[in-house]
């Protein structure tokens, strides 16, 4: 009699249990899926991003081709400065050669009225001859005399020597080589002419980048005595493989 009086009680609590379960059930479920979409939608995204970020910041250097990354054609200019040079032995030496035959060195008593055999078929209709005449008119002395040669001979040396090393820092082409390791340099020569010499990536460091002159790039290369110089009026075709390479601080020591 008891068991009959409980069963429907016992029946409720089962069907009570029973639903409560499934409705647990039905919960988990949608919570995993849910953890599940939002794993996927989150691992979708991830790689696309750390793709940009890498594109953003590397760069694969090793290509398959010569690469020009910077050229800048200017052969006329420099062939002018070296003729330039050349104009300036040819008049620092008839200057030099103008003083020795026209000042007037100190001549003894005993000598005073004997000429000075240096003087002898010289023409005088030269500007710049009367001009040095009337100087050692009233400087006199073989020491002024060669004083004045030799800074003649020093000014016009200096000035040749410049004006043919100057173009040697002068960059005409910048090469990355296949494979990313090595660079060819083509820096012009007197006269308009060029020279060409190949060096590892590793060797070569720039003073400052691209934004940090407003004329030049100066380029140090491993071995090399003095910077060579890239003008910012040139082009560089691939800015971001520039900056890379070429555009890279680097420490070496000589």
């Not at 988990?28 to 594109?55: A, D, E, F, G, M």
């Not at 590793?202 to 691209?210: F, M, P």
Request: glycine share 6%; with cysteine; charged share 20%.
């Amino acid at each position: 009699m008891a068991s009959r009086l409980l069963s429907p009680f016992t029946r409720g609590s089962l069907v009570q249990r029973m639903l409560c379960s499934q409705t647990l059930h039905v919960f988990r479920y949608r919570q995993t899926s849910l953890q599940r979409i939002n794993q996927r939608t989150v691992s979708s995204w991830l790689p696309n991003k750390t793709h940009c970020h890498t594109r953003q910041y590397q760069t694969d250097t090793n290509i398959t081709k010569d690469v020009t990354l910077y050229h800048y054609d200017r052969p006329g200019y420099y062939r002018r400065l070296g003729l330039f040079g050349l104009a300036q032995v040819v008049f620092w030496v008839y200057l030099a050669h103008l003083t020795y035959t026209t000042w007037k060195p100190e001549v003894p008593k005993e000598n005073r009225g004997q000429k000075d055999p240096a003087m002898e078929g010289v023409q005088r209709d030269s500007f710049l001859r009367r001009r040095l005449e009337n100087m050692s008119g009233y400087v006199t002395g073989t020491k002024w005399r060669n004083t004045i040669i030799s800074i003649c001979l020093i000014a016009g040396s200096a000035i040749t020597i410049l004006c043919f090393v100057f173009p040697l820092r002068a960059v005409n082409r910048v090469i990355l080589q296949r494979g990313g390791q090595d660079v060819r340099f083509l820096t012009y020569a007197p006269f308009g002419m060029t020279r060409a010499f190949t060096v590892p990536l590793a060797h070569v460091s720039a003073a400052q980048g691209r934004a940090g002159t407003p004329s030049q790039i100066p380029v140090k290369v491993k071995g090399h005595r003095f910077f060579y110089v890239l003008d910012k009026q040139g082009k560089i075709s691939n800015t971001r493989l520039f900056d890379f390479t070429i555009g890279v601080s680097r420490s070496f020591q000589d």
